[in-house]
């Protein structure tokens, strides 16, 4: 086990003496440290119309909040998604608790999102789909290539509510629900 220590002022390799009792392999000061406990969690994971069952591992003390990204382990693969609600184990849904009172955990994909456009030329609006990164940014007044064609960002719909129109304004991927571009030559 990894664990920080005070003598070497650093994080060393542990051996266990005994319960809660380690060794620095480096210079041999003893510790006492008792591991938190960890829960496991059922994750319910949407990306767009599909929908996979995972799980989540954590200190069952530590908590969790509406909004918070967490990382969701299948069984090829890990995904970080947000959190959209969460079910506790008396049946109530919350925005925030405790991983302990945690049944089950309802989670957006972050890593990889769609992207909607409505790109507008003269008179006529285009809806269009694209997938990015949840990282990707995308500033209103940038000029972006979509099916060939040039178009400048105008608007930015945010999840929250929220409308990007000032030029400069900048958003993630992730937390965009639309964005409006308009044809230039």
């Known amino acids: 086990?990894?664990?920080?220590?005070?003598?070497?002022?650093?994080?060393?390799?542990?051996?266990?003496v005994k319960k809660n009792l380690y060794r620095c392999s480096v210079c041999g000061t003893h510790i006492n440290f008792t591991p938190k406990r960890e829960v496991e969690i059922e994750a319910i994971f949407s990306s767009g119309s599909e929908t996979e069952i995972g799980k989540i591992r954590m200190a069952e003390d530590?908590?969790?909040?509406r909004d918070s990204e967490l990382v969701v382990d299948f069984e090829k693969e890990s995904k970080i998604g947000r959190v959209t609600a969460l079910q506790l184990k008396d049946g109530r849904?919350?925005?925030?608790?405790?991983?302990?009172?945690?049944?089950?955990?309802?989670?957006r994909n972050v890593g990889e999102v769609t992207i909607k456009f409505s790109l507008h030329k003269r008179t006529v609006t285009t809806p269009y789909k694209m997938k990015f990164d949840?990282?990707?940014?995308?500033?209103?007044?940038?000029?972006?290539?979509l099916k060939k064609k040039k178009y400048r960002i105008h608007r930015i719909k945010l999840l929250n509510g929220g409308l990007l129109k000032k030029e400069g304004e900048r958003a993630l991927a992730k937390d965009i629900k639309r964005v409006y571009a308009t044809y230039t030559p």
């Open 1 to 16: 086990m990894e664990l920080y220590c005070d003598c070497c002022k650093g994080v060393t390799k542990h051996e266990v």
């Open 62 to 65: 530590e908590e969790i909040f």
């Open 93 to 107: 849904i919350s925005d925030f608790s405790k991983a302990k009172n945690v049944y089950a955990v309802w989670l």
């Open 134 to 145: 949840g990282e990707t940014e995308f500033v209103v007044g940038e000029i972006i290539e």
